[in-house]
């Protein structure tokens, strides 16, 4: 006989990632194989927008510091009327309230989803958050797991390595195509090529490494573009425009924001970058969700 549960997803990311396109994309196919699904995520993001575009059963909670007794409270009584199976939490501000207020909703089976190998410190309550509040913990990566077992001594009944995973296209839009379309979206002549990078534009994925390192070929190669395509914050898309405008190629780089499908992106750029940093030897990654999707594009 199939068990079905009901499984609550929450984040406080604002972005569409790797994170947030696995959860989008496990709780879909969750949901068609008839399991319950509700996101809790900031109600402007993509992947609140995406959940209750779909159809699944969403909640607004904006997870600020500010509001931390009020959502706790909010979370707490949304758990003991929805009585979930199972509560899974996805970054760090969402985790410290929901799995506090799922443990006081007597919810039994509550996990803490770990998507980045960056290292977690050994305080009292990450202790407290990942050896009792959480019934078991979930990363992307056996990095990970090992530093985790290590810093808070959890048993490989605790925590349990699950790499990131993507959804292939079946079919990819020609190259020159893909080519063709984004240069258009540029305003740009048709002749021009692409570097690109996919993702969260952020300083932990190595934005400015990218412009720094497009500055020391763009005079060889003047008929490329380097292009982002992902969302940030206007204060980070805005110091990223300033050194390109310092290194003076602003002209040559451009911003265009998250898009929902990124498949024509990846077919339009000659090369795809990835400079995710490393903080004294500590992998910021676990599993990329850009370079599985490289990989998927080229095996279509």
């Not at 206007?234 to 040559?252: C, D, G, M, V, W």
């Amino acid at each position: 006989m199939l068990s079905y549960y009901k499984i609550i997803h929450t984040t406080c990311h604002t972005q569409w990632g790797g994170l947030e396109k696995r959860i989008f994309n496990e709780s879909v196919w969750m949901s068609q194989k008839g399991h319950a699904i509700i996101i809790v995520a900031p109600s402007n993001s993509v992947l609140f927008l995406n959940a209750k575009e779909y159809g699944l059963k969403t909640y607004a909670v904006d997870f600020k510091r500010l509001n931390t007794l009020k959502d706790y409270r909010f979370l707490k009584t949304l758990f003991r009327n929805e009585k979930p199976d199972i509560v899974n939490t996805h970054g760090n501000e969402d985790s410290r309230i929901s799995l506090l207020a799922a443990r006081h909703a007597s919810v039994g089976c509550r996990i803490l989803s770990r998507h980045i190998s960056a290292h977690v410190r050994p305080s009292w309550f990450n202790r407290y958050l990942y050896k009792i509040l959480a019934t078991y913990v979930f990363t992307t990566a056996d990095y990970t797991t090992r530093h985790l077992q290590k810093v808070f001594k959890l048993t490989e009944k605790q925590i349990f390595s699950m790499p990131s995973g993507i959804i292939p296209p079946s079919t990819l839009m020609d190259k020159d195509d893909a080519r063709t379309l984004l240069a258009t979206e540029l305003n740009l002549d048709s002749t021009v090529r692409f570097i690109g990078f996919v993702g969260r534009v952020s300083d932990a994925k190595g934005a400015d490494t990218i412009i720094n390192a497009f500055e020391k070929i763009a005079s060889q190669m003047p008929a490329h573009h380097l292009v982002f395509v992902g969302d940030s914050s206007p204060e980070y898309f805005s110091f990223l425009a300033e050194l390109a405008r310092q290194k003076q190629i602003s002209h040559n780089v451009h911003f265009v924001g998250s898009k929902k499908e990124v498949w024509s992106y990846y077919r339009a750029f000659d090369c795809n970058i990835l400079a995710s940093k490393n903080n004294k030897g500590i992998p910021f990654e676990g599993v990329p969700q850009a370079v599985l999707e490289e990989i998927g594009r080229a095996h279509v």
